[in-house]
């Protein structure tokens, strides 16, 4: 009985799921697996899992094909409240939206050429590649890409000296 459930957990180990174009390691637990997706925080993470009412504890090599795929449906159409859309007004549409993956990356990219393009402040801060969020610039946010005024450099000695 005992080398039965421990042969269910190495075939759970070695498995890999792929949820939504991220492979996930089987022995993950199902909870920290979904938060791997680019776009899933740990409150959508656990949303899922009460609404599709399957354990977080469970691993994700578990999993059957017609979970994975009920997951993967839920995250493209959630019926979740408002407060954890990623996306709750969109500037094209003014609806709520929840955005994973590449979809992702490619409207904040988007979004960030949108406030360059009309030259916003906050456009502006993102071309000159300074913060944009209020943060100080005295002491951080300094790119080293030259030696600063007064550093000497090295001189090399010939091989004969010492």
Known sequence: MVQEQKTEEEKYKERIVRILDEDIEGAMRIYAGLAKIKGISWSMANAICKKLKIDKNRKVGS?????????????KNPEIPSFI?????????????????????????????????IKSYRGIRHSAGLPVRGQRTKSHFRKNKKKGAGIKR?????EGEK
């Open 85 to 117: 859309f990623n996306r709750r007004f969109d500037f094209e549409t003014g609806k709520q939206r929840y955005l994973t993956g590449t979809d992702l990356e490619l409207q904040k990219e988007f979004d960030i050429k949108r406030l360059k393009k």
């Open 63 to 75: 999993l059957t094909d017609a979970e994975v795929k009920k997951i993967s449906n839920f995250i």
């Open 154 to 158: 090295k001189v090399k000695k010939p």
